[in-house]
């Protein structure tokens, strides 16, 4: 019933921008959390950046200054934003979605993503030196 919809990956070089889409349909919940999370080859899936339905941001520090993440409400669609990207950026991004109600911790870039509820298709993010 709830699905995500993501787009906007691409292949880039180093320094490039990319801006990532990640539209909600069934979902209207008042109080949610939802996050963008990335997966390269080898490693865990790692949370990059978390909004609440306050609006209320968080980032990880590799991250930090260079990433955006915010949502249309109008439009139900949840955004990020990627400046200066690094090599070390490529990735399968995701984006998550989850009532607040559903896990006792905050909405912060490092929710573990076992916690969140729904889960987007993936978009490939790949950044040349």
């Known amino acids: 019933e709830v699905q995500l919809v993501e787009s906007g990956g691409g292949s880039v070089q180093a320094g490039g921008s990319l801006r990532l889409s990640c539209t909600v349909f069934?979902?209207?919940?008042?109080?949610?959390?939802m996050g963008w999370f990335r997966q390269a080859p080898g490693k865990e899936r790692e949370g990059v950046a978390a909004i609440d339905s306050a609006g209320v941001t968080s980032y990880a520090d590799s991250v930090k200054g260079r990433f955006t993440i915010s949502q249309d409400n109008a439009k139900n669609t949840l955004y990020l934003q990627m400046n200066s990207l690094k090599p070390e950026d490529t990735a399968m991004f995701y984006c998550?979605?989850?009532?607040?109600?559903?896990?006792?911790?905050?909405?912060?870039?490092?929710?573990?993503?076992?916690?969140?509820?729904?889960w987007g298709q993936g978009t490939q993010v790949t950044v040349s030196s």
């Open positions: 069934g979902y209207s919940y008042s109080n949610y959390c």
């Open positions: 998550a979605a989850s009532p607040r109600g559903t896990y006792g911790g905050s909405c912060r870039w490092h929710r573990p993503a076992g916690t969140y509820n729904y």
